[in-house]
């Protein structure tokens, strides 16, 4: 088995604050996906990577940036936090045949 | 446009009964449909999937799901719920002919009463 480790749980910082969340899997799957769970909401795909250094826009991907420098690890940056976009931010990697996505336990952005 | 349907945001029963969430795709072409659990404050977590072959899928902890393409539906089953099984939902499709994209049910949060 493999562990997906999200890092920080919490994300404080203020209004138009940059601010990053990082994810870090043993897996060894290629595919990785950065997601935004509003409350109460489904999921909205904000960026993904096929590979180490490849980066593809969701439908959520303004006002975001990532980064997936190792295979590994697969970084994303709120780049100028806002209130309306408190909500908990999933990492996820897929199985090599695309058939089973393995979730982090989230983290969640708080802006003051 | 591809969309995924859960029409009940809330299904509660008591321990022991059995429950019926669904699932409802709109989608042409050739798809892929699993079922995903997430407990308060964790992450999501695999239950099932369907591809091909027997409609009806069985999953992790006593779950299956049954594919219907006449009705363009995907609807998770429990025959006897325990009250661990209080979570949220979440039904997906992924078009085969786009790997990476799954398009996601906003979900059911199933309310077990003691």
């Known amino acids: 088995g493999g562990i997906i480790t999200q890092t920080p749980k919490f994300l404080i910082g203020q209004e138009g604050q940059k601010l990053t969340l990082k994810c870090q899997q043993n897996f060894n799957h290629d595919t990785m996906y950065w997601y935004r769970q509003d409350s109460g909401k489904g999921l909205r795909l904000i960026y993904y990577s096929i590979t180490e250094n490849d980066l593809q826009k969701g439908d959520l991907s303004e006002g975001y940036d990532a980064s997936r420098e190792k295979k590994s690890s697969f970084s994303l940056t709120v780049t100028s936090a806002q209130k309306n976009e408190m909500a908990v931010f999933l990492c996820?990697?897929?199985?090599?045949?695309?058939?089973?996505?393995?979730f982090g336990e989230g983290s969640r952005l708080i802006v003051v | 446009t591809q969309t995924v349907s859960q029409s009940d945001a809330h299904v509660t029963v008591f321990e022991g009964d059995s429950v019926e969430l669904r699932c409802n795709y709109s989608y042409g072409g050739s798809i892929y449909l699993s079922w995903y659990i997430q407990h308060h404050g964790r992450g999501l977590q695999f239950l099932l999937k369907?591809?091909?072959?027997n409609p009806v899928v069985q999953g992790v902890n006593g779950f299956e799901a049954e594919f219907s393409k006449s009705d363009s539906s995907f609807h998770l089953r429990k025959a006897s719920v325990h009250w661990s099984d209080s979570a949220v939902y979440f039904c997906a499709v992924r078009d085969m002919d786009s790997n990476y994209q799954l398009i996601w049910g906003s979900g059911t949060k199933l309310i077990i009463k003691p």
């Open positions: 369907y591809y091909s072959g």
């Open positions: 996820a990697t897929q199985t090599d045949s695309g058939n089973t996505l393995y």
